[in-house]
């Protein structure tokens, strides 16, 4: 079972990312996926969520801002960020589960840098 992020890098506020994950070793288009990301000194914090069928829910932090999709014939998953802002600084992990229960699955790949600053 393997995620793999990548996209991360240095961008101004304001700007956007498009984020990338490529999954493998499990079923793709069975699974829920969301992203998470961690701050300098703060726990893991949820931030989207998609479910087999596409729908998706985000949280209030990023709601509006962030978009998440999902390819099942590539087995990615993007994440767009748009109107970054510096509080969004942060590395940024793709996990197997859904918004309830990626905590338990435990399972995500090594991240990908986030950088927001002037």
């Known amino acids: 079972v393997q995620t793999v992020e990548s996209g991360g890098g240095l961008v101004q506020p304001g700007g956007s990312l498009r984020l990338h994950c490529a999954a493998s070793?499990?079923?793709?288009?069975?699974?829920?996926l969301s992203w998470i990301r961690q701050a300098p000194g703060k726990d893991l914090e949820w931030l989207s969520s998609?479910?087999?069928?596409?729908?998706?829910a985000y949280a209030a932090s990023v709601k509006g801002r962030f978009t998440m999709s999902r390819d099942n014939d590539k087995k990615t998953v993007d994440l767009q960020m748009t109107m970054l802002k510096p509080e969004d600084t942060a590395v940024y992990y793709c996990?197997?589960?859904?918004?309830?229960?990626?905590?338990?699955?435990?399972?995500w790949g090594q991240g990908t840098q986030v950088t927001v600053s002037s």
């Open positions: 996990a197997i589960g859904g918004s309830l229960t990626w905590r338990r699955t435990g399972s």
């Open positions: 070793g499990f079923t793709f288009s069975s699974s829920n």
């Open positions: 998609i479910n087999t069928l596409g729908g998706t």
